[in-house]
């Protein structure tokens, strides 16, 4: 009688272990896997890296030119779109230079370049007093080897948003 009685107390016991394990998995698996929606998949939009990766900060130009492409536009016009969705955010705008020419002439290109931009995204409707420009002329380089490729990388315009 005893040997029934510890028999049906064990097998109690073990089915009672056992289901209560499969509740515990259960309920690790799920807090090990959050919900997708949870989980961001890129930076925020109205973030500094968003601006930078996806809307893109930088917009290129011709050898002593300061006038903008299409590309260049397209370009702009995204970022006028972002500026006015985030108003609280402002634009330095930097104007640069290949290495070819001299530190005062470049000083002027990258100046004439920054303004550019400026006055194109005052076109597209950003405020006047959200954008700031500086040359650096030849001075911050983004390649630095003396070929076309790297030269065209240098003459840029680049937006950096505050």
Same mark, same amino acid.
């Given at each position: 009688? #005893?040997?029934r009685i510890l028999s =049906? /107390?064990?097998?109690? =016991?073990?089915?009672?272990?056992?289901?209560?394990?499969?509740?515990?998995?259960?309920?690790?698996?799920?807090? *090990?896997?959050? +919900? *997708?929606?949870?989980?961001?998949?890129? +930076?925020?939009p109205d973030s500094i890296? &968003?601006?930078?990766? /996806?809307? %893109?900060?930088?917009? @290129?130009? %011709?050898?002593?030119?300061?006038?903008?492409?299409?590309? !260049?536009?397209?370009?702009?016009?995204?970022?006028?779109?972002?500026?006015?969705? $985030?108003?609280?955010?402002?634009?330095?705008?930097?104007?640069?230079?290949?290495e070819r020419g001299t530190?005062? $002439?470049?000083?002027?290109?990258?100046?004439?370049? *920054? @303004? *550019? /931009?400026?006055?194109?995204?005052? !076109?597209?409707? /950003? !405020? !006047?007093?959200?954008?700031?420009?500086?040359? $650096?002329?030849?001075?911050?380089?983004?390649?630095?080897?003396?070929?076309?490729?790297? &030269?065209? #990388?240098?003459?840029?315009?680049?937006? =950096?948003?505050?």
């Amino acid at each position: 009688m #005893k040997l029934r009685i510890l028999s =049906v /107390v064990a097998i109690a =016991v073990l089915l009672a272990a056992c289901s209560s394990k499969k509740q515990e998995t259960a309920a690790t698996t799920a807090a *090990a896997t959050p +919900p *997708a929606a949870a989980s961001p998949s890129g +930076p925020a939009p109205d973030s500094i890296e &968003y601006f930078n990766s /996806v809307v %893109g900060n930088v917009v @290129n130009f %011709g050898l002593d030119k300061y006038d903008l492409d299409a590309a !260049a536009q397209s370009k702009l016009k995204g970022q006028a779109t972002w500026l006015k969705q $985030y108003p609280a955010r402002t634009l330095t705008v930097e104007g640069h230079c290949d290495e070819r020419g001299t530190r005062e $002439y470049n000083l002027g290109l990258g100046d004439r370049r *920054a @303004n *550019a /931009v400026k006055a194109f995204l005052q !076109a597209e409707g /950003v !405020a !006047a007093n959200r954008i700031k420009t500086i040359s $650096y002329g030849k001075e911050r380089p983004m390649c630095v080897s003396s070929d076309e490729a790297c &030269y065209s #990388k240098n003459r840029r315009g680049a937006s =950096v948003v505050q």
